[in-house]
């Protein structure tokens, strides 16, 4: 059984509605423990709903506990936390689980901003992933901004997205996903994703760049939930990579085809277990 722990939106697809389906159609059993639930995502400027206060949560998982079902969890998966109070929770979680399966692997995706907003959390978030949530991690998910912001490396070239990486893993990430990669030797045209691992290995996986007028909130939810997904599957970095970045890819397409700002999950779903991927990741 998989956790993820993150927000919920009763319209469209940011957080656990993200990334619940994808894993369910991995043929992962997933338990959500919804950390807000909101109308829609804060993206389209208002919103109704609440926020869940930590005491919320640690009562949900206490329930799972009394339940007996935490020792079924092999994975948990996180996202966009409102406050580090929530963190610590997660972080509270993801140990006891660890006293039962050692093993346990959990994917943090360490959500604070984007090149184009600047940071969008509050002032302890960062802190909080860096100093804290990286011991702990197994896989962490961030943006090239994001990757910054926790190694302190600007990223100009290839080679500054392999150090930032290996630095967050000297910081106790077990392996990096750099989930939007543009420097300077990136074809025009293209994106690409990175995934390098503490044991050295080093991945690297182009696909076009589609432009969006407005760009839809949640791809990098769905991302790191399909990776996660495929390196269970799998447990190879490198065809987990080629596979994630296949299916984001199409789920953009058909995005981009229905000409709407949510994603379009739905109609990409035979994507994310498809036989053959469209894109493959190649070792550096």
Sequence with gaps: MILSIQSHVVYGYV?????VFPLQRLGFDVSAINTVQFSNHTGYGSFTGEIFSPAHIKDLIKGLRDRDVL???TAVI???LGAA???QIILDTVAEIRSIHPDLIYCCDPVMGDTDRG???KDDIPPFFRDQALKQASIITPNQFELSWLT???IVTLDDAVRACEA???LGAQTVLLTSLLHVQTPAGQIQMLAVTKAGEKCLVTTPRLDFAVPPNGSGDATAALFLGHILKTGSVQEALGRAASAIYSIFEATSAQGGRELALIQSQDSFEASAPRFTANSL
Excluded: L, T
């Design 15 to 19: 957080g656990n509605r993200a990334a």
């Design 152 to 154: 302190g490396i600007e």
């Design 85 to 87: 109070g929530m963190g």
């Design 168 to 170: 967050a893993i000297s």
């Design 78 to 80: 996180s996202g966009y």
């Design 71 to 73: 020792k079924d969890v």
């Design 119 to 121: 940071m969008f959390v």
